[in-house]
């Protein structure tokens, strides 16, 4: 596993939106996803409100993109991802999620829970920088 660093973690966390990748049998499938949270340096919580393409694609090919960014930059994750449906830590986010989608006023629920465990973190910052690897490597 490789480690996030700190500026790519605050992004994920900041940034309104991320594109989440999946892949089956060659054939991409990209989804635009809000509820995503920094779990540590080498984790990424990603919430399933309506995956369908996705949640298919992962229970085939567990390897995913991430890519997050704003005006000044940005970052693309790669790992495998685990997925959860039951128990303590998914019943903690699916809370969490509940209750701020009900604040903006949706009727969404988490149906379960995609972790990325980072394997490499590459920049997409424009410039001779963009496609560079920068994970902090154990």
């Not at 509940?98 to 410039?127: A, N, W």
Request: a negative charge.
């Amino acid at each position: 596993m490789a480690k996030m660093p700190q500026a790519c973690q605050d992004l994920i966390n900041n940034c309104y939106a991320a594109a989440f990748a999946t892949c089956h049998h060659g054939i991409p499938n990209v989804v635009p996803v809000s509820m995503k949270q920094v779990i540590d340096d080498e984790t990424v919580m990603v919430s399933d409100q309506y995956m369908r393409k996705t949640l298919a694609n992962l229970q085939t090919n567990p390897q995913v993109a991430l890519t997050v960014w704003d005006e000044e930059g940005g970052y693309q994750v790669k790992g495998s991802v685990t997925y959860e449906n039951e128990g303590p830590r998914y019943e903690e986010v699916a809370a969490q999620v509940r209750q701020i989608l009900s604040s903006m006023g949706y009727d969404f629920t988490s149906k379960g829970v995609c972790y990325i465990h980072v394997d490499e973190v590459f920049s997409v910052t424009p410039g001779p920088q963009a496609g560079e690897p920068c994970s902090i490597d154990e």
